[in-house]
C-alpha cells in the first residue's frame, strides 16, 4: 500500500481508537471551556475541573454567555452542535467536538502524506500521533483548533495549495491570543516569499485577535506573575514593584495568585485600577532589566513542563477511573520525552537550543518555538505545562524537520515541487530547497505566488 494512503488510514484508525471508542479519550476541563461552551449554550459539571474529561455537557438556554472572545474556536463548535442536533441527542457529547477537530487533523495528514517519505510518515505517525496532541481533540480548549489549524496550514504550504494556506493561516491566529503572538514570523515569511495577500490577511486576523481580547483578561496573569512568582523571590519587593508600576500598598497580595481565596483581581474596580498602572509590557521590560530573574522563572517551568502532559484527568467520571488519571495508550513518544526532561528543564532548554541549530534554516518554525516559550513560561504563572504545550508541539515539528534532513543526507526520498515523491541522491546542506518543513515552515527562499 502507497505511504500517501498507509499514512491517513493509520491515523484514522488511531484517532479513533483514542478519541471514539469508549471509554473516550480527552482532556478535564479548567475553567475556559466556558469562553466557548457558553456561546453555544452548554454546561459542563464544576465538579469535574482539573480532575475528570467531562463525556456529556447539558444544553441549557437559560446559562447562554458570551464572554467577549473572539477565537476561530467557534468554527468548529458551530459545527459540532450542529451535528448534535441533527442526531437527535438532547445532550451534547465531546465526541462531536472531537470528530471536527479529527476531521481537520486528518485531512491536514492526508494532504502531506503525499509529498513524505516513508519514514518520514511513521516519525509523523508516532510524533504527531502521540496521545499528548490528540488529547485536546475532546476538548473546547483554544488549543486544539490552534493545533489543527496550523497543521493543515503546514499540509497547504508542502502542496502549494495558496487559498487553503491563507484560510488555516488566519483560523491559526484567530484561536487565541498566544496564537496571534505565533503569527508574526509566520507573517514574515509570506513577506519575504513575496505571497501578499497571505501576508495581508495573516497580519489582519492576528491584529483583530489581540485587538478585541478582552481588557480584564491578561490582568489575572500579570498578578500571578507578580505576586506568586516574582515578590515572593525579591531581594527588594518595593524596588521591584516600582519597576512594575506598582506601589508599597501592593506587598499584602504577597504569595496570592488568582485562585487564591480572598485574592483581588476578579473585583472589577481592583482589576480596572491594576490593569492602568501595570501590564505584560512591563513585565517584558522587567525581565530585560532583571535577566537573572527570567532565567530563574524560565527553568522553573522547563522543570515543571518536562513532564509534558498537563496533570488532568483523561477520563469521565462514568469511566471508573480515580480523579486526575492521566491514558499512556499510544504514549511512546510523551513518556520518552518526559524520562528525558521531566524536573529537567535545563536538558529541555538544551535540547530545544540543539534543535534550533540543527534546524536553522526553519527560522519560522524556531521563532514560534521561542515565542511560545515565552509566552508560556513568562507570562503567566499558573498551568505552565498546559501554557507551554505549543513549545512542545513545535519541538516536534524541529525533530520531524531534522529528520528529514538526516534522511536526505542518506540518499533517501526527497520530494519535488509537485508533491510526488521520488528518489534523490543525498545533497549538501546548500541545496535542500524542497525539503519538505524546511518549504513549508521558513527556508526563507522566495518560492513565489501571488497569494
Not at 438532547?90 to 494532504?111: C, E, K, N, P, Q
Not at 483523561?314 to 486526575?324: F, I, K, L, Q
Request: with cysteine; charged share 15%; proline share 5%.
Amino acid at each position: 500500500m502507497r505511504p500517501s494512503i498507509l499514512l491517513p488510514l493509520a491515523m484514522t484508525v488511531l484517532v479513533a481508537i483514542i478519541a471514539f471508542v469508549p471509554p473516550m479519550v480527552g482532556l478535564a476541563p479548567n475553567g475556559d471551556f466556558e469562553k466557548v461552551s457558553r456561546r453555544y449554550n452548554l454546561v459542563e459539571t464544576a465538579e469535574d475541573q482539573f480532575l475528570f474529561a467531562t463525556q456529556t455537557y447539558s444544553i441549557d438556554r437559560t446559562k447562554h454567555w458570551f464572554s467577549g472572545f473572539v477565537t476561530s474556536e467557534f468554527l468548529p463548535a458551530w459545527i459540532a452542535v450542529r451535528l448534535q442536533r441533527r442526531s437527535g441527542q438532547t445532550s451534547f457529547d465531546m465526541r462531536w467536538i472531537g470528530l471536527v477537530h479529527a476531521a481537520i487533523f486528518l485531512l491536514a495528514i492526508a494532504t502531506a502524506a503525499p509529498a513524505l517519505s516513508p519514514w518520514l510518515s511513521l516519525a509523523v505517525f508516532f510524533i504527531l500521533g502521540d496521545v499528548a496532541h490528540l488529547v485536546y481533540f475532546n476538548t473546547f480548549y483554544m488549543d486544539a483548533t490552534g493545533q489543527v489549524f496550523l497543521l493543515l496550514g503546514i499540509a497547504a504550504y508542502l502542496r502549494r495549495w495558496r487559498w487553503l494556506l491563507a484560510i488555516a493561516s488566519v483560523l491559526f491566529v484567530l484561536a487565541k491570543t498566544q496564537h496571534a503572538v505565533l503569527g508574526l514570523p509566520i507573517a514574515a515569511l509570506f513577506l519575504l516569499e513575496r505571497r501578499w495577500l497571505t501576508a495581508i490577511l495573516t497580519v489582519a486576523g492576528l491584529t483583530y485577535s489581540l485587538r478585541n481580547t478582552p481588557v480584564d483578561y491578561a490582568p489575572p496573569a500579570v498578578f500571578n506573575m507578580i505576586f506568586h512568582q516574582i515578590l515572593p523571590n525579591s531581594a527588594n519587593p518595593s524596588r521591584d514593584l516600582q519597576e512594575l508600576g506598582l506601589d508599597d500598598e501592593y506587598l499584602r497580595y504577597r504569595g496570592m495568585y488568582s485562585f487564591t481565596p480572598g485574592a483581588p483581581i476578579h473585583d472589577p474596580d481592583f482589576n480596572r485600577a491594576f490593569r492602568a498602572r501595570t501590564s505584560h509590557g512591563k513585565l517584558a521590560v522587567y525581565y530585560l532589566r532583571h535577566p537573572l530573574t527570567a532565567w530563574r522563572i524560565l527553568v522553573e517551568a522547563f522543570d515543571e513542563a518536562g513532564h509534558i502532559r498537563p496533570r488532568m484527568g483523561n477520563y469521565d467520571r462514568a469511566a471508573g477511573y480515580p480523579p486526575s488519571t492521566l491514558t499512556y495508550s499510544f504514549a511512546l513518544w510523551s513518556s520518552a520525552k518526559r524520562a528525558l526532561f521531566d524536573q529537567r528543564g535545563i536538558w529541555l532548554l538544551a535540547a530545544a537550543l540543539l534543535l534550533s541549530w540543527l534546524a536553522r534554516r526553519q527560522w519560522t518554525l524556531v521563532l514560534m518555538m521561542w515565542l511560545s516559550a515565552a509566552t508560556g513560561a513568562l507570562a503567566d504563572s499558573l498551568e505552565v505545562i498546559r501554557h507551554l504545550y505549543f513549545f512542545h508541539l513545535l519541538f516536534d515539528l524541529l525533530c520531524l524537520a531534522c529528520l528529514w534532513r538526516f534522511l536526505q543526507g542518506k540518499g533517501h526520498h526527497a520530494i519535488v515541487g509537485n508533491g510526488v515523491i521520488e528518489k534523490a541522491p543525498a545533497r549538501s546542506g546548500d541545496d535542500d530547497v524542497l525539503l519538505p518543513i524546511a518549504t513549508l515552515i521558513g527556508d526563507g527562499r522566495r518560492l513565489g505566488g501571488a497569494a
